[in-house]
Every structure is written in structure tokens, then in C-alpha cells.
């Protein structure tokens, strides 16, 4: 059983910047996916962005609205694996209750969610 602790949401104006992280309570395989989805009310939860370690590199990948503004990582650690998201240039429709994932051993793991605003 892995649990996902999201933290960093909050209220932004367009145009700022906002990192969300999130600590899983493991370590998570390096060749597991880690990453974010996103929901608003009434919506489905879509992916914004996902990381992949591979022996021959990293993988990341984007949902086309997060390419170019937003950036997602995992720290290098040894007991407890972290993801990141950096988000740039936000924008009022990248209000959305963010959920941190995984899918670790072929099981697939949430966060809670971090509500993230945006409004002027």
C-alpha cells in the first residue's frame, strides 16, 4: 500500500508561478510512473503530466496545456520517493483540484488533492 501526500496548492494570480509536491510513503521503483492529473467539477480527471526513469533515460510527458509552461521531476530518494510539479504562467483555467499518481507495481495510487486557484 502506498499513500500520496500532495502539498504547495493555493491561491495565484495569472501569470504567477505555483509548485506542487508530493511525498509518497515508500520508495517508488525508478521505473514506475509518477506524475499528476487534474479535475474540475463536473470533468473528468485528465493527466497534466507523468515521469518515467528508464535505464537509458527519462521519460516525461505533457498534456498539451502544460507544455512549455509546466515542469514535472522525482527527487532521487532513497526511502521515500517525491514528485514535483512546477507550473509557470498560470492561467485561470488551471484552477483544478490536483491529485498526485502513481502506479507502482502495477497498482495504481492517489493523493488527496491540492486545490489550486488561479483568479486576478
Not at 68 to 94: H, I, P
Request: with cysteine.
Amino acid at each position: 500500500q502506498v499513500q500520496l501526500v500532495e502539498s504547495g496548492g493555493g491561491l495565484v494570480r495569472p501569470g504567477e508561478s505555483l509548485r506542487l509536491s508530493c511525498q509518497a510513503s515508500t520508495a517508488i521503483s525508478r521505473t514506475d510512473p509518477m506524475g499528476w492529473y487534474r479535475q474540475t467539477p463536473g470533468k473528468p480527471r485528465i493527466l497534466v503530466a507523468s515521469v518515467t526513469d528508464y535505464h537509458n533515460g527519462v521519460s516525461r510527458k505533457y498534456a498539451e496545456f502544460a507544455q512549455g509552461r509546466f515542469t514535472v521531476g522525482r527527487d532521487r530518494g532513497d526511502a521515500r520517493s517525491t514528485v514535483y510539479l512546477q507550473m509557470n504562467g498560470l492561467r485561470d483555467e488551471d484552477t483544478a483540484v490536483y491529485y498526485c499518481w502513481t502506479r507502482s507495481a502495477g497498482t495504481e495510487y492517489w493523493g488527496l488533492g491540492a486545490q489550486v486557484t488561479v483568479s486576478s
